[in-house]
C-alpha cells in the first residue's frame, strides 16, 4: 500500500475529545518524509516538535496516529493554529503531509508530497478516546 492511501485511512488515539466547532492541525515530527525511524529518534523529533510549539505558543494536545488494525502508530499533535502555519511546521520537520480539521471536517493535506488535499469525512468517526 502506497504512504498517501495509508494516510487515508490512518484513525485517532486520543485521551479527551473536543469540541466539534474547533480547527486545527494534526502534525508529527517521526519518521520524516515517510521513513521509519529509530524509536529513540522519533522521540528526539518528537521531543523538538514539542519544544517548537512552545516557543511558538500554540495550544497543543497528544494523539496517536494509527492503522486501523492498530499495527502502525505514530505520536503526532493536535495544533490549535491556523493552516497556514501547521503547514509550515510540517515543512520545518520534514513531513509528507498534514491532517486538518475544520469543524469536525477531516481533510489529509500534502505537504511534500504532491497531489491534492483530500477530504476524508468526519473527525468524530476516526477518533478513539483512550482511558485517561
Given amino acids: 500500500m502506497n504512504l ?6 490512518t484513525i485517532f488515539l486520543c ?6 466547532g474547533v480547527s486545527f492541525a494534526i ?21 523538538k516538535l514539542q519544544q517548537r510549539l512552545q516557543q511558538l505558543g500554540c495550544p497543543y ?11 502502525f502508530q505514530e505520536k503526532s499533535w493536535l495544533v490549535f493554529c491556523d493552516k ?9 520537520f520534514t513531513q ?7 469543524r469536525n471536517e477531516l481533510y489529509l493535506v500534502p505537504v511534500l508530497l504532491a497531489g491534492q488535499e483530500e477530504y476524508l469525512g ?8 483512550l482511558p485517561a
Fill in 96 to 102: 509528507n503531509a498534514i491532517y486538518w480539521v475544520e
Fill in 15 to 20: 485521551h479527551q475529545g473536543l469540541a466539534p
Fill in 61 to 71: 494536545r497528544s494523539v496517536i496516529g494509527a492503522a486501523p488494525d492498530y499495527s
Fill in 122 to 129: 468526519s473527525f468524530a468517526s476516526r477518533l478513539v478516546l
Fill in 27 to 47: 502534525i508529527s515530527g517521526q519518521n520524516p518524509a515517510g521513513q521509519i525511524t529509530h524509536t529513540l529518534f522519533n522521540q528526539l523529533l518528537d521531543k
Fill in 84 to 92: 497556514a502555519l501547521g503547514i509550515a511546521l510540517a515543512e520545518e
Fill in 4 to 9: 498517501w492511501q495509508s494516510y487515508k485511512e
